[in-house]
């Protein structure tokens, strides 16, 4: 089955203690991203990866980081989580999104509180 | 820079009601335009697009028109089910091509 998956799906956390979101994909897809979802600001993306080894910024990238080693995986790493990061991410990917668009597929989200 | 406006919610029908969710944008030339829809606990997923001006997408029921003299693309659906509860949220794809731009959502409660 063609899917994006997430890991893990919820975490509770501390302030300060380094954490990684794992985002896979089976779809043999070059496009991958991140977005946060917050009550009234809708869906915001944090980086975004055109292929491997190639990642840039989205529109709130601080305090993320993100790595590009494999195709199938992005994971997304906060190395010192504050608690304006609790929020709902998603991970989305496609084929490209550029030129004519390609449906971006999007993971279950995780749901994450910093205290 | 590129932005979506939909109407607030929540919206509260009555099964087999008219929906009516209004989106505008604004953006630097025309955009491709979606509606995604996020079932409870779910992620999103793609309910229909438009890639130019004047098209129609569609998708279970649910319609919407790319109309580029008001910059909107509303969402529609002339007979709610139930199960069509859920958050619905418009978006369009910026002009580099490396994000999609949501609006805020729209929380759809259809009741029985």
């Known amino acids: 089955e063609a899917q994006v998956t997430q890991n893990p799906r919820y975490l509770i956390t501390v302030t300060g203690k380094k954490l990684t979101v794992t985002c896979s994909q089976n779809m043999n897809h070059e496009y991958m991203s991140w977005y946060r979802q917050d009550p009234g600001l809708g869906l915001r993306q944090i980086y975004y990866?055109?292929?491997?080894?190639?990642?840039d910024k989205g529109d709130v990238p601080e305090g993320y980081k993100v790595s590009r080693k494999e195709k199938r995986n992005f994971p997304l790493i906060l190395e010192s989580p504050s608690p304006n990061q609790t929020s709902l991410y998603f991970c989305a990917s496609s084929f490209s999104p550029s030129g004519t668009f390609y449906e971006q597929y999007f993971g279950p989200g995780t749901r994450l509180t910093v205290t | 820079g590129d932005s979506v406006t939909q109407m607030e919610g929540p919206v509260t029908l009555s099964e087999e009601a008219f929906l009516t969710i209004n989106c505008t944008y604004t953006?630097?030339?025309?955009?491709?335009l979606f509606w995604y829809v996020q079932y409870p606990g779910e992620g999103l997923q793609l309910l229909l697009k438009a890639t130019k001006a004047d098209d129609k997408g569609s998708n279970k029921g649910f319609e919407a028109t790319y109309r580029k003299e008001t910059t909107s693309f509303h969402l529609e659906k002339g007979s709610v089910q139930v199960s069509d509860s859920a958050v619905y949220f418009c978006a369009l794809i910026n002009q580099a091509g490396t994000a999609l731009i949501f609006g805020k959502g729209t929380t759809l409660s259809v009741s029985s």
């Open positions: 990866s055109m292929n491997v080894e190639v990642t």
């Open positions: 953006a630097t030339g025309y955009p491709s």
